[in-house]
């Protein structure tokens, strides 16, 4: 067995959230992964041409002020820039289903496809009536809106190996966690849901393989105006009470505290209605799959904290929801203090997009830790897997 002789760094993570952008960098050493840098700043509001996000400025602050090995990275795309939808195809061999997917996606995007990057994810056969029909998630992003991306990332002198859709990345982010317990044989279903500043998202699969991608419009965004509105506050206090009370536990009663009592009621209706759309995705899955039960279902993202958040979920759905602590699977000591305190869901999808590129100890190959400058603007193409964390996400390509 190869024995690595020092650490090697990954590529850097980049995932451009809707309130915040986050750098993360593994590296691989003979004890396992570690963190080997890491960065978040809050995201400037400010959008280009076709509501690209401006984020060039911040990047290159990030750089500067945190010591980043190279300036290779993959990156997620921002959720506003890619189309998901559903579709089911008759049986047709695998080599024909990329053309299938294109020609039946055409009239369901609301853009022409042929100056757009489309990927999807098989996510099985179901019965439809009496027929079977293979189950397509199909995701696109238009040309200009990934161009001006990845204009962004070279504008700051970085260079992207993979684009990829935040609810892969963050799926990819469940291998931190151990599996529940399954009857021998049985496929083992989990479910994620990430709830971040301004939409949450329910990725369901099954071992590995993601077979259900929905995005809820209700995100922390929508909850900490609903407080701001009950107190009469700014959406910076309403924010910051609602990270306070957080850490009070549910069984305590808000009613104790009138404070948090009026934050509750303003958030209740919300998270229930959050709730029940979760429902329906799960009961979705179960009549799609057959009847696979979910026996593990894991939240992540900057809203996983809320106490109320979990205990409205746990209400409804079949399994108790865990919170997700994705940095507390490897070591994170390289990062500031207040990043990796919490439930630190909010790095879910920069650590799935690391595990993405980092390859298991045996495999390390021997890397410079050296900036690169870019000849010219870099190019990617937008990436879609629910693979092992240890191998680098590849997709078939028209």
């Known amino acids: 067995m190869m024995k690595l002789r020092r650490t090697q760094p990954q590529p850097i993570a980049l995932d451009v959230g809707s309130d915040s952008v986050k750098m993360l960098q593994l590296a691989a050493t003979p004890a396992g992964l570690r963190v080997a840098a890491a960065a978040k700043c809050p995201r400037a509001q400010v959008q280009g041409r076709g509501g690209v996000p401006q984020f060039a400025g911040t990047l290159r602050q990030m750089l500067e002020e945190t010591r980043f090995a190279g300036r290779k990275v993959v990156a997620a795309l921002p959720q506003e820039l890619i189309h998901l939808r559903t579709l089911r195809l008759t049986p047709r061999p695998g080599r024909d289903l990329p053309t299938a997917v294109r020609s039946a996606a055409a009239e369901l995007f609301p853009f022409d496809l042929s100056r757009a990057a489309v990927r999807f994810l098989d996510a099985g056969m179901v019965r439809q009536g009496g027929d079977e029909r293979r189950e397509i998630i199909a995701a696109a992003a238009c040309d200009h809106d990934v161009a001006a991306f990845l204009a962004q990332l070279y504008e700051a002198?970085?260079?992207?190996?993979?684009?990829?859709?935040?609810?892969?990345?963050?799926?990819?982010?469940?291998?931190?966690?151990?599996?529940?317990?399954?009857?021998?044989?049985?496929?083992?279903?989990?479910?994620?849901?990430?709830?971040?500043?301004t939409h949450s998202t329910v990725v369901i699969g099954r071992d590995l393989e993601i077979g259900f991608v929905k995005t809820i419009n209700i995100g922390g965004r929508h909850l900490c105006e609903a407080v701001g509105r009950k107190l009469g506050i700014t959406a910076d206090e309403s924010g910051e009470l609602r990270r306070r009370l957080a850490s009070v536990p549910v069984s305590s009663g808000p009613r104790r505290d009138?404070?948090?009592?009026?934050?509750?009621?303003?958030?209740?209706?919300?998270?229930?209605?959050?709730?029940?759309?979760?429902?329906?995705?799960?009961?979705?899955?179960?009549?799609?799959?057959?009847?696979?039960?979910?026996?593990?279902?894991t939240l992540l993202g900057g809203e996983a904290a809320d106490p109320h958040l979990r205990a409205a979920l746990a209400a409804v759905l079949p399994v108790t929801p865990d919170v997700g602590r994705p940095l507390r699977a490897i070591d994170a000591s390289a990062m500031k203090p207040a990043d990796?305190?919490?439930?630190?869901?909010?790095?879910?999808?920069?650590?799935?997009?690391?595990?993405?590129?980092?390859?298991?100890?045996?495999?390390?190959?021997?890397?410079?830790?050296?900036?690169?400058?870019?000849?010219?603007?870099?190019?990617?193409?937008?990436?879609?897997?629910?693979?092992?964390?240890?191998?680098?996400?590849?997709?078939?390509?028209?």
């Open 157 to 197: 002198g970085l260079q992207a190996q993979s684009l990829q859709p935040p609810a892969c990345a963050a799926y990819r982010c469940l291998e931190l966690f151990p599996n529940p317990p399954e009857p021998e044989g049985e496929t083992v279903v989990r479910a994620l849901i990430d709830v971040g500043a």
């Open 258 to 297: 009138p404070v948090a009592g009026a934050a509750f009621d303003a958030t209740r209706a919300l998270l229930e209605e959050l709730a029940r759309d979760v429902v329906l995705c799960f009961r979705y899955h179960a009549v799609t799959f057959r009847g696979k039960r979910v026996g593990a279902v």
């Open 340 to 398: 990796r305190q919490g439930a630190t869901g909010e790095w879910a999808v920069a650590m799935g997009l690391a595990l993405s590129a980092a390859p298991s100890a045996v495999k390390v190959a021997e890397t410079e830790n050296t900036a690169v400058r870019n000849p010219a603007p870099p190019r990617a193409d937008m990436d879609m897997a629910g693979t092992s964390a240890r191998e680098l996400v590849t997709s078939s390509k028209e």
